[in-house]
């Protein structure tokens, strides 16, 4: 499989190794491991904690006006990306956005995750 890392600025690709027979034998410390995956893991690439709406539905600040809610409409699963806006010192969902369904999210997600956003932002001058 090929994995996908941040380094810097750049997202790089990388085959997973594996591992020989003969190194299949050799012990390996799963402390010593997991020191080494905290290592290599960035402060970009850790886990964000969701916070949660007075509905209960979980969202993720995006900046001060747009927000990425998770949540569960007529028995659909939505990932909704939209602006908010400020009523009685509450945030509310405002009209311009998009809801995806699990399956659009995850086929989103590929996209991002194969780099090929970034590579299209780099090609018009952005720095990303």
């Given at each position: ?79 909704d990306i939209r602006e908010v806006y400020e009523k009685d010192g509450k945030k509310l969902p405002g009209k311009k956005g998009i809801s995806l369904t699990v399956d659009q999210f995850q086929m989103f997600r590929n996209v ?17």
């Open positions: 499989p090929t994995y996908y890392f941040r380094t810097g600025s750049k997202m790089e690709r990388t085959k997973k190794r594996v591992k020989s027979e003969s190194a299949e034998k050799e012990e390996i410390d799963p402390e010593e491991s997991e020191q080494h995956e905290d290592e290599q893991q960035s402060d970009d690439d850790a886990p964000i904690p969701p916070q949660k709406n007075d509905a209960g539905d979980y969202f993720f600040e995006l900046s001060e006006k747009k927000r990425c809610t998770v949540r569960k409409f007529k028995n659909s699963i939505l990932v991002v995750k194969s780099g090929s956003i970034d590579k299209l932002i780099r090609d018009l001058g952005g720095d990303i």
